[in-house]
């Protein structure tokens, strides 16, 4: 049998931290996340969303009195058995640099999680250029 090759573009991390979930037409719920990249998170609920749902997330990155917030907006990519995959479709500047800091502090490979990230900020420095 052939081993298939990982194309995700960002390198995943687990964490097991809770969040709390916004979306439309249900009330906010909680969840917990099973590993975060900063394309987007898989999440363990009880309260699922459909596919194609739009959803904030809001999450406490740090320790006890020193908690910062990671604020995102996603949109639900799967769902399977209490699962949820959410991709972010953007995740509060103010959060950014938070995201990647946890991120590599729970991979198991740090300098591709850094080698990605600056690859990711090529892309939209040039994007940023050809557009001016």
Known sequence: MKK??????????????????WASGVSPFDAMVIDLSLSGILIQTDTTLAIGSKCHISMLLGHYMHELPLNAEGVVVRVHDGVMAIS???????????????????????????HEFEQAE????QAAMTNT
């Open 4 to 21: 298939s090759e990982n194309t995700r573009k960002f390198t995943r991390s687990n964490i097991s931290i809770a969040i709390r979930l």
């Open 88 to 114: 972010f479709d953007a995740v509060a500047i103010e959060s950014s640099r938070e995201l990647q800091n946890i991120i590599v502090f729970h991979t198991d490979d740090p300098e591709q999680c850094l």
């Open 122 to 125: 090529s892309k939209v420095h």
